[in-house]
């Protein structure tokens, strides 16, 4: 065993080679995951319990692999180990090797694409379930390469949070949005504009209170006009007392704050209990089977009834169909975004959506498919808009966003 440097160590551990393969990855894993437990058990220091979690990556020496390498797979797994949530085992795989060299080519070509003009904006409609009034929009990137390659944002953000262009990312995002919603407000149409931003962000003070309030006066937004959606907090327990802070700060300027991603993390309750925040946005996972799984109902429903008695607003992320529109509605969620209305649009077909006001809404309520334990129908014709026309669709047809 020996400490690496930092708050890495490496333990080598020698076998006979005796077992097939499948036989000693299973007997180091079992290994690993016992030190990882031993590790995890809490120190008396003055008299508070401490504990410390232990991210393990484990390599497998093979013929003609060098020390380097062999340090460089294990090394590989463990940060594989902590992008997956921490306090984990995760055995090397070749793949790993291949995703390195990926985000690398993808973070310099990154680099060049913000300068070159080759991200734009998309806005998605925020929608009041009761009415259809559109009431928000919320924003997100899109990359395509001057080869006509289109990166999804999955790929594009995961490469932007590890290197140094998260700020500059996320501050032309930013801008673009303060600007796009500007330049709506002169044309007669007022709709607030929300921001996904990582709490990390918030707190490495890329961002001063300040140069938001400037970015915010320069373009003449009234107060509520820019909405701040929270990322990440799962990851700073030990920094909610300095993201609280920052939050009232923004708040003080106009900004509101809505919590992203509320149910899919187990934090998500903490931070509600300390964080200030306007508006819950519902994980598209608990919106996914809300209709057909009476658990996840369950679970959604008791998430809506706390945000209801905080008196938060409620957005679901996600909602596809008709029948999900009628089920939230029911539940008590506010407002919905999602294909049921609308997929992401851009600029010139997001004018034209506004200008309409609204869409139709599904009429209801109605009775899950599980209730009663029958199968129960959703009955309602939905004309829905995309790209800012109109189109009939019956329930089982999905439809495709505008490219």
């Given at each position: 065993?020996?400490?690496?440097?930092?708050?890495?160590?490496?333990?080598?551990?020698?076998?006979?080679?005796?077992?097939?393969?499948?036989?000693?990855?299973?007997?180091?894993?079992?290994?690993?995951?016992?030190?990882?437990?031993?590790?995890?058990?809490?120190?008396?220091?003055?008299?508070?319990?401490?504990?410390?979690?232990?991210?393990?990556?484990?390599?497998?020496?093979?013929?003609?692999?060098?020390?380097?390498?062999?340090?460089?797979?294990?090394?590989?797994?463990?940060?594989?180990?902590?992008?997956?949530?921490?306090?984990?085992?995760?055995?090397?795989?070749?793949?790993?090797?291949?995703?390195?060299?990926?985000?690398?080519?993808?973070?310099?070509?990154?680099?060049?694409?913000?300068?070159?003009?080759?991200?734009?904006?998309?806005?998605?409609?925020?929608?009041?379930?009761?009415?259809?009034?559109?009431?928000?929009?919320?924003?997100?990137?899109?990359w395509r390469s001057s080869q006509g390659v289109l990166?999804?944002?999955?790929?594009?953000?995961?490469?932007?949070?590890?290197?140094?262009?998260?700020?500059?990312?996320?501050?032309?995002?930013?801008?673009?949005?303060?600007?796009?919603?500007?330049?709506?407000?002169?044309?007669?149409?007022?709709?607030?504009?929300?921001?996904?931003?990582?709490?990390?962000?918030?707190?490495?003070?890329?961002?001063?209170?300040?140069?938001?309030?400037?970015?915010?006066?320069?373009?003449?937004?009234?107060?509520?006009?820019?909405?701040?959606?929270?990322?990440?907090?799962?990851?700073?327990?030990?920094?909610?007392?300095?993201?609280?802070?920052?939050?009232?700060?923004?708040?003080?300027?106009?900004?509101?704050?809505?919590?992203?991603?509320?149910?899919?993390?187990?934090?998500?309750?903490?931070?509600?209990?300390?964080?200030?925040?306007?508006?819950?946005?519902?994980?598209?996972?608990?919106?996914?089977?809300?209709?057909?799984?009476?658990?996840?109902?369950?679970?959604?429903?008791?998430?809506?009834?706390?945000?209801?008695?905080?008196?938060?607003?409620?957005?679901?992320?996600?909602?596809?169909?008709?029948?999900?529109?009628?089920?939230?509605?029911?539940?008590?969620?506010?407002?919905?975004?999602?294909?049921?209305?609308?997929?992401?649009?851009?600029?010139?077909?997001?004018?034209?959506?506004?200008?309409?006001?609204?869409?139709?809404?599904?009429?209801?309520?109605?009775?899950?498919?599980?209730?009663?334990?029958?199968?129960?129908?959703?009955?309602?014709?939905?004309?829905?808009?995309?790209?800012?026309?109109?189109?009939?669709?019956?329930?089982?047809?999905?439809?495709?966003?505008?490219?």
């Amino acid at each position: 065993a020996s400490r690496l440097g930092g708050d890495e160590f490496a333990a080598l551990i020698v076998g006979d080679g005796s077992r097939d393969r499948a036989a000693r990855e299973q007997h180091i894993f079992e290994l690993a995951d016992r030190l990882r437990l031993t590790l995890s058990q809490p120190y008396s220091i003055d008299g508070n319990d401490v504990r410390v979690a232990a991210s393990i990556g484990v390599a497998f020496a093979e013929p003609g692999l060098g020390a380097g390498d062999l340090l460089r797979n294990a090394d590989l797994a463990m940060y594989r180990a902590k992008a997956s949530g921490k306090g984990r085992v995760e055995l090397y795989q070749p793949q790993m090797q291949q995703d390195v060299v990926r985000k690398a080519e993808l973070a310099t070509r990154l680099r060049a694409a913000l300068h070159d003009g080759e991200f734009m904006l998309l806005n998605q409609p925020v929608v009041e379930l009761d009415t259809g009034r559109i009431a928000s929009v919320a924003t997100a990137a899109r990359w395509r390469s001057s080869q006509g390659v289109l990166f999804t944002p999955a790929e594009f953000l995961r490469v932007s949070e590890d290197s140094d262009k998260t700020a500059e990312l996320g501050r032309w995002m930013l801008e673009q949005a303060v600007e796009q919603a500007a330049g709506r407000l002169n044309n007669g149409l007022n709709v607030p504009v929300s921001v996904r931003m990582g709490a990390r962000r918030l707190l490495d003070r890329s961002l001063p209170p300040g140069s938001l309030e400037t970015l915010l006066t320069r373009h003449g937004l009234p107060s509520g006009s820019l909405v701040i959606e929270l990322s990440d907090t799962d990851q700073l327990k030990g920094s909610l007392d300095d993201l609280e802070r920052r939050l009232k700060q923004l708040r003080r300027l106009g900004v509101r704050i809505a919590l992203d991603g509320f149910g899919s993390g187990h934090g998500a309750i903490t931070a509600l209990r300390r964080l200030p925040v306007d508006v819950l946005k519902l994980d598209r996972g608990l919106v996914e089977g809300v209709v057909e799984s009476p658990r996840l109902h369950t679970i959604t429903g008791g998430l809506l009834r706390i945000a209801g008695d905080l008196g938060l607003q409620t957005v679901a992320e996600g909602v596809d169909l008709p029948e999900q529109v009628i089920a939230l509605r029911t539940m008590g969620c506010t407002h919905g975004q999602g294909a049921a209305f609308s997929g992401p649009l851009d600029e010139y077909r997001l004018r034209r959506a506004l200008s309409l006001g609204h869409y139709p809404v599904p009429s209801g309520p109605a009775e899950p498919a599980f209730a009663g334990g029958g199968a129960g129908v959703y009955t309602s014709g939905v004309p829905a808009v995309y790209g800012g026309g109109s189109a009939l669709r019956s329930h089982n047809e999905t439809p495709v966003p505008p490219t």
